[in-house]
């Protein structure tokens, strides 16, 4: 049975899959595909109509070979452990929309060869530290013991399986990058890879799902900072779903491109997704290192290449080190991820009504260009000093023409309809008053 359009790009063919669970023999001997079928298990999303269909199907779809795994509370749809046939038996039912792999997300530091600095990025004005904004780091969890992070984790969330902490190292190196940048924004631990740097789509999930559920008026993110990306390039994934609820809480997204360079269209399935921004490396000639992914999608640059920031106590990146240092040299697409969600915390300090989309525009109005191919520089480095006081207080207007002829045919009268078209002129020809 051939797989239909409800499956997508991340749920592997079973020849793929076979290809990557058996060894060359084991496959070139092969004989009885579908008797491999009813009996390898596998993990996949199925993605329903609505929280009704979905909770009728688990309660009417009870099989001693069926485990329901997780059930996603932002999204109606299910973690599901069952044989490859039975996937896709199921996938002709109506209200069943999408079928899902779940599969794994990749940490985007490496190269490793005592503290981060980006003086060139400060704003003139007033001396600004990302005070009272809250960014939320997805990684490998953080050391607050490490002096450069003291008082500066003011929550925690944890689906790694481990203790809270930081055993990989991932997570507390970019923490460093942030609190290098922003050093007065609170940080939110976001702990959803172990000390191996594994983890996939369903802990990233039920990490979202925590974050979006929690109380607005406590330690709400204001940004959130991925330290990870997928090799897989599919614009329609559950976590692309998931950041379209973030920007509606109005919480801003910062996506790496993924170590995956140098081939044009290299780059994680969040990449280029309107709601979010996406950044890629460069070094200190301002040049695009190989590993930084390219893709006509990519918004900026910024230092990702051989960058020093924080050691997690319990340092596991690399090769053996001695525990009495307290920082370490790395390069890789997160970094700069890391360096761009300080920055919105500045900027958003200087103006807290800016919305995700509207801090995007006026990061990337700084940008210089750095005379490379778009496709390895997006609009090029950002430049927070060339923003002025006028930029960051300007009113954007949210309001399109065609909405305000909405709004008018609503309510009706020639009087409020002349109101609502000179108040959409004046945004337009005065935005800063």
């Keep these: 049975m051939a797989l239909n359009s409800k ?10 899959h076979l290809y990557k669970t058996l060894s060359n023999e084991e496959f070139d001997n092969l004989t009885d595909i579908n008797n491999f079928k009813n009996r390898v ?7 329903f109509i609505n929280f009704e269909t979905r909770n009728d199907f688990i309660n009417s779809n009870q099989d001693e070979e069926i485990r329901y795994m997780k059930e996603f509370l932002k999204l109606p749809i299910v ?11 199921i996938s002709d039912i109506e209200f069943i929309i999408s079928i899902h792999g779940n599969h794994q997300f990749y940490l985007c530091l490496d190269s490793e060869t005592s503290k981060f600095e980006i003086n060139e990025n400060k704003l003139p004005l007033n001396k600004l530290t990302g005070k009272d904004v809250k960014i939320g780091l997805i990684d490998s969890g953080i050391d607050q013991s490490h002096r450069d992070l003291s008082n500066k984790i ?4 944890n689906v790694s399986g481990e203790q809270n ?9 970019l923490a460093g990058v942030i609190a290098g940048v922003s050093p007065e924004a609170g940080i939110i631990d976001i702990k959803v890879f172990n000390k191996e740097g594994k983890a996939t789509v369903a802990e990233i999930l039920e990490a979202l799902d925590l974050v979006l559920l929690s109380d607005i008026n406590e330690n709400f993110p204001d940004i959130i900072v991925f330290g990870c990306a997928d090799w897989l390039f599919d614009k329609e994934s559950l976590i692309a779903r998931y950041c379209k609820l973030l920007i509606q809480c109005n919480i801003s997204i910062v996506t790496p ?3 995956f360079g140098p081939d044009l269209g290299n780059m994680g399935s969040l990449g280029g997704n ?17 590993f930084s992914g390219r893709s006509k999608d990519i918004d900026l640059v910024l230092p990702g290449k051989d960058i020093t920031s924080s050691i997690s106590s319990e340092h596991i990146i690399g090769t053996p080190l001695k525990h009495e240092l307290k920082h370490i040299k790395l390069s890789g697409t997160s970094i700069s991820a890391a360096t761009a969600g300080g920055m919105l915390a500045l900027l958003k300090e200087s103006n807290p009504n800016l919305t995700p989309l509207h801090l995007y525009k006026l990061i990337k109005s700084t940008a210089k ?9 997006g609009k090029g480095k950002p430049q927070l000093n060339k923003i002025t006081r006028k930029n960051l207080l300007k009113k954007f207007s949210t309001y399109t023409f065609s909405s305000i002829v909405k709004i008018a045919s609503v309510f009706g009268g020639g009087i409020f309809i002349l109101f609502l078209m000179m108040f959409y002129l004046i945004n337009i020809l005065f935005p800063g008053s």
């Excluded at 260009?369 to 520089?377: E, R």
């Design 41 to 47: 298990k596998i993990t996949a999303f199925l993605e």
């Design 257 to 259: 491109t993924g170590n």
């Design 154 to 157: 003011i929550k925690i969330y």
């Design 274 to 290: 309107p709601n979010v921004l996406t950044v890629g490396a460069i070094n200190k000639e301002n040049k695009v290192p190989f």
């Design 7 to 16: 499956f997508k790009t991340s749920f592997e063919d079973f020849e793929i």
């Design 369 to 377: 260009n750095l005379s490379l191919l778009d496709s390895s520089q």
């Design 79 to 89: 973690l599901v452990e069952a044989p490859y046939v039975w996937f896709e038996k």
């Design 165 to 173: 902490g930081d055993f990989n190292g991932h997570g507390t190196f």
